[in-house]
């Protein structure tokens, strides 16, 4: 079965950190872009951050720029998003998904049809 798993979501205090994983299953992960995307409760899923197949080409989203990093480990068919400096505006339930063939721009962040998509990680943001 051809999935995308997130995982390491949680509560955590503003100003606290949070490490997001993305396994792919069923697939080689390496050859797609890859972007994580988040929805908050009444609003509209945004793209967050995005990076190519190589690495090479990496965009975030003005909202997170100096605050979240992504990442991708082939070998371990993971992508990561590191999120530091957390705000409670940041809570949503994040997802990742994948895309063949995909440019990571600003146009893969405004898209949501990818390839494949997780099922979404919570991630809450409160004192």
């Known amino acids: 079965q051809l999935q995308l798993v997130e995982s390491g979501g949680g509560l955590v205090q503003p100003g606290g950190s949070l490490t997001l994983s993305c396994a792919a299953s069923?697939?080689?992960?390496?050859?797609?872009?890859i972007g994580w995307f988040r929805q908050a409760p009444g609003k509209e899923r945004e793209g967050v951050s995005c990076?190519?197949?190589?690495?090479?080409?990496?965009n975030y989203a003005d909202s997170v720029k100096g605050r979240f990093t992504i990442s991708r480990h082939n070998a371990k068919n993971t992508v990561y998003l590191q999120m530091n400096s957390l705000k409670p505006e940041d809570t949503a339930v994040y997802y990742c998904?994948?895309?063949?063939?995909?440019?990571?721009?600003?146009?893969?962040?405004?898209?949501?049809?990818?390839?494949?998509w997780g099922q979404g990680t919570q991630v809450t943001v409160s004192s």
């Open positions: 990076i190519s197949s190589s690495g090479r080409s990496i």
């Open positions: 998904a994948a895309g063949s063939g995909s440019v990571c721009n600003d146009m893969f962040l405004a898209l949501t049809d990818h390839d494949y």
């Open positions: 069923g697939f080689t992960l390496a050859y797609y872009t």
